[in-house]
């Protein structure tokens, strides 16, 4: 067969031509359940702050799927044996590692079905999938879930402290916000990886190019996961999401554009004990057209309280975030209770203490660049000898990279001084 035609290309902005494999990869690449994610924004609801960040999750999805394929080509070419069957099921299982993400990403994970997790859905989505191709993806499965313990480096390809999903979020988001604070040096990582007694290494000379990896992953979720108007805006979503849902247990009749999403508002159904086939099959009607189409007629709806929510994420006036010094006491808890209520009630808005809980929240951001103590980066040095990499660098730099950052903050009506 002549080689042009063994792939497919998509030209990608980030990590230019990405080859797909025909086959059951492009297969996959073309489902329904996979397209899907080309109307899931990749950053939620980022791309209020960062205009140009409305790439998918169908683009980082590709990406990454490229990424496993040179980080496969590189490690062949370091003599580690990848088998044709292990390497097309790598590729599988990250290219469907984000399948299971539901509308907006991150915003509303907890709030459609309770006892739940992005992960779940994914790999139920994956074991649905592979009914439907016949156990095609039996070994996909037994690699993204490592139970494959013949070669756990592929595993960890997948899901680390340097995996192939991280690599292409950093650079692909750093890219589409313009925060080059971000940006990794994605081939040098790729092209010092190497396997040593089973397990994912780095060899010496991509030392910095870690230390760069780990400082990015700090700087963009201070500068743009963690932005105080991105903390507003999924609040301001939130808070539209729980007042419907009160609305519907008190008997209000709504107009929903989705049925699907309608599913989940009057029944929030649990994933504790496993995702139940009707759920699966709602989840994968849904995507961010139906949180937007809704909220667009929730704007007019007759309850004021939601009516307002909804014009100020349509209108964009949203919140403030107000970062605090220390956890809130109950003094600050309830001077913002007050003073929220008095500008509400100016406004001809109910300013009840339930009404007014919708306008101010409290909560706690919390980021971590790099967890060495539970599953660290190994440097390989010499003497065949892999050291775990705050050891391997600079200690005090790499130390201070790995202590959580945890800031309080309040989200309030813009009228009121915190």
């Given amino acids: 067969m002549d080689k042009s035609t063994q792939y497919k290309i998509f030209n990608d902005p980030i990590h230019g031509f990405i080859t797909v494999p025909k ?20 950053m939620g609801l980022g791309y209020l702050v960062f205009p140009a960040a409305e790439h998918s999750r169908f683009s980082h999805a590709l990406g990454a799927m490229e990424l496993a394929q040179r980080t496969l080509n590189n490690l062949r070419e370091k003599d ?4 044709p069957a292990e390497y097309e099921a790598t590729l599988i299982a990250v290219l469907l590692h984000d399948v299971g993400h539901g509308p907006l990403s991150h915003t509303l994970e907890f709030d459609l079905i309770k006892d739940f997790h992005h992960e779940k859905m994914t790999l139920a989505v994956m074991r649905h999938l592979n009914r439907e191709m016949d156990g095609m993806l039996d070994l996909a499965i037994k690699i993204f879930t490592d139970q494959y313990p013949k070669k756990p480096f ?41 396997v040593h007694k089973g397990n994912i290494v780095i060899e010496k000379k991509g030392i910095y190019a870690i230390e760069n990896y780990i400082l990015a992953r700090r700087l963009m979720y201070m500068q743009v996961y963690l932005h105080k108007t991105v903390l507003s805006a999924d609040k301001l979503v939130r808070h539209i999401f729980n007042r419907v849902r009160t609305l519907i247990e008190d008997g209000k009749n709504l107009y929903h554009a989705s049925p699907a999403l309608q599913f989940f508002l009057e029944k929030r159904p649990s994933a504790q004990k496993g995702i139940k086939g009707e ?87 919390y980021s971590e660049a790099y967890q060495y103590e ?15 990499f705050s050891k391997a660098a600079d200690t005090k730099n790499i130390i201070a990279l790995t202590e959580p950052v945890v800031k309080p903050y309040v989200v309030h009506l813009k009228d009121i001084e915190i």
């Fill in 23 to 42: 086959g059951p990869v492009l297969e996959l690449v073309d489902h329904p359940y996979v397209q899907r994610l080309r109307r899931i924004k990749q």
């Fill in 80 to 83: 580690t044996t990848i088998s």
């Fill in 154 to 194: 592929l595993n960890q390809l997948i899901s680390s402290q340097l995996d192939i999903d991280r690599l292409d979020y950093l650079k692909r988001d750093s890219a589409f916000t313009n925060v080059y604070e971000g940006s990794v040096g994605i081939e040098r990582i790729l092209k010092t990886m190497r």
């Fill in 279 to 365: 759920v699966l099959q709602k989840y994968l009607q849904l995507d961010d057209n139906d949180v937007f189409q809704s909220i667009k007629y929730w704007q007019y709806s007759s309850d004021p309280v939601l009516a307002n929510l909804c014009k100020r994420f349509q209108s964009r006036k949203l919140f403030r975030t107000t970062f605090l010094d220390k956890k809130p006491s109950k003094k600050v808890r309830k001077k913002v209770l007050t003073k929220t209520q008095k500008v509400l009630k100016e406004r001809g808005l109910p300013y009840d203490e339930e009404a007014a809980n919708y306008f101010y929240s409290f909560d706690e951001s």
């Fill in 374 to 388: 539970k599953e660290g980066i190994w440097i390989l040095e010499e003497k065949d000898n892999a050291v775990e």
